[in-house]
C-alpha cells in the first residue's frame, strides 16, 4: 500500500497522514523505510567529485562533532582539515561552543590571510548566519553539504570517525597534551 502511495509521488508525511486517518498506527520513520529509495543523480556526484580533484589545494573543511568524557558531560571537538595534504590545520575542544567561539577557531586558524579558498562544512546549527558571514569576510567562499550527505566531506567524517573510535593515526596527528585532558574533563582551553 505505501509502495502504491509513493508512486503517485507522495512522500513519507503525507502517506504517514492518510495512514493514519485510516486507523493505522504507523511512525512517519516507518513509511520512510517501505518507499523506495531515489536515485543519486550520477552528473551531481561527477560535478561533486571533480571539484573536489580539480581545488583540493584550495580546499579546508571544518566540523564540530561530540565525544563523551569520564565524567559523563559531552566534550565538542572542531578542527578544520586541509584535504590537499589531508593535515589538521586546527584542532580545539569547548564545552560549551556558540557561533562566536567558532568564529574564534576560524581566525586561529587562518592567521596573516592564510585562509582557504573554499571552506567545506555541513548543516550544523552552530554553522549560523555569522559564522558564514565571518568566512566570507575572510575571503572564503563557504561550500555547504547537502543533507545527510557525509560523502561529499570524506576527510572530515573520516577523521571524525576516527577521533571518536580512537584510531591511532589520526591521534599522533593532534596536540598530545591537548587530547587527554579534554576527554577526562579537567581542563579544556576554549
Not at 531515489?38 to 571539484?51: A, G, H
Not at 571537538?77 to 589538521?88: A, D, S
Request: glycine fraction near 6%; charged fraction near 20%; hydrophobic fraction near 40%.
Amino acid at each position: 500500500m505505501i509502495r502504491t502511495m509513493s508512486q503517485d509521488g507522495w512522500g513519507a508525511p503525507r502517506i504517514h497522514a492518510e495512514l493514519t486517518k485510516l486507523g493505522f498506527v504507523v511512525s512517519e520513520i516507518t513509511v520512510s523505510r517501505y518507499l523506495p529509495r531515489r536515485p543519486v543523480e550520477p552528473d551531481q556526484v561527477k560535478r561533486w567529485i571533480s571539484f573536489l580533484r580539480n581545488h583540493k589545494d584550495e580546499i579546508a573543511a571544518m566540523d564540530l562533532f561530540t565525544v563523551p568524557t569520564v565524567s559523563l558531560r559531552l566534550l565538542y571537538g572542531f578542527f578544520i582539515i586541509e584535504h590537499g595534504r589531508r593535515r589538521i590545520l586546527h584542532f580545539n575542544a569547548t564545552f560549551h561552543p556558540t557561533a562566536a567561539w567558532v568564529i574564534q577557531q576560524l581566525r586561529d586558524a587562518s592567521p596573516y590571510d592564510s585562509a582557504p579558498r573554499y571552506l567545506i562544512f555541513d548543516r550544523d546549527a552552530i554553522f549560523s548566519a555569522a559564522v558564514v558571514e565571518f568566512i566570507k569576510a575572510m575571503g572564503t567562499k563557504p561550500v555547504r553539504t547537502s543533507f545527510c550527505s557525509p560523502w561529499q566531506n570524506g576527510y572530515v567524517s573520516y577523521c571524525t570517525s576516527s577521533l571518536r573510535f580512537g584510531r591511532t593515526s589520526v591521534w599522533t596527528r593532534l596536540s598530545e597534551s591537548l587530547i587527554p585532558c579534554c576527554l577526562t574533563g579537567e581542563f579544556c582551553p576554549g
